[in-house]
Nanobody, 126 residues
Framework: VQLVESGGGLVQTGGSLRLSCAASGFSFDDYVIGWFRQAPGKEREGISCIYNNNGESYYADSVKGRFTISSDNAKNTVYLQMNGLKAEDTGVYYC????????????????????WGQGTQVTVSS
């Protein structure tokens, strides 16, 4: 199983980034992909997740209306489109493989996920 994040970078407040999570080594449709982030001095925060078989998704309140998660099953890739970025969105973003996608799962920061990637840094300058 491998999850590889990409697309992070430095952006100004109000800008946009699109993160990608390329998955391999498992049956993509059978799992959920979740995104969580980790900022220095802050707790891990689950921000979004998606069922790859039907596209059902959830968002944390902190990103709702600004971030959009999508899944391309032909490419085994999940995207996180981030618009209206704020300084508090700064952190390392990880994607993780999980079995369920729900608000409860996000509260735990996907701490029950069995695999996650190496992370990609997002820095929003004010």
């Amino acid at each position: 199983v491998q999850l590889v994040e990409s697309g992070g970078g430095l952006v100004q407040t109000g800008g946009s980034l699109r993160l990608s999570c390329a998955a391999s080594g498992f049956s993509f449709d059978d799992y959920v992909i979740g995104w969580f982030r980790q900022a220095p001095g802050k707790e891990r925060e689950g921000i979004s997740c998606i069922y790859n078989n039907n596209g059902e998704s959830y968002y944390a309140d902190s990103v709702k209306g600004r971030f959009t998660i999508s899944s391309d099953n032909a490419k085994n890739t999940v995207y996180l489109q981030m618009n209206g970025l704020k300084a508090e969105d700064t952190g390392v973003y990880y994607c993780a493989r999980d079995w369920a996608c729900s608000p409860a799962r996000m509260v735990g920061g996907f701490d029950r996920a069995d695999y996650w990637g190496q992370g990609t840094q997002v820095t929003v300058s004010s």
